[in-house]
């Protein structure tokens, strides 16, 4: 696991408690917030996924090259 997987993941379990919370007080500005960065964890997450999977496509192109 890459830093972007953990730091995605963690962004988008903090904006969905955000989210949540805005919901919950009927503020729908911190609602809007926390969706976005629910939103830009997920991103960064796919990000960190698939610089592992380029990683490990190498890793086998290499091994299988050898």
Known sequence: MNKDQVKGRVEAVTGK???ATGVVLE???MEAEGNLEKNIGKIQAGFG???EEI???IKKEIKDGS
């Open 17 to 19: 408690i955000k989210e």
């Open 27 to 29: 503020d729908k500005a």
């Open 49 to 51: 996924d698939l610089k």
């Open 55 to 57: 990683k490990d496509e």
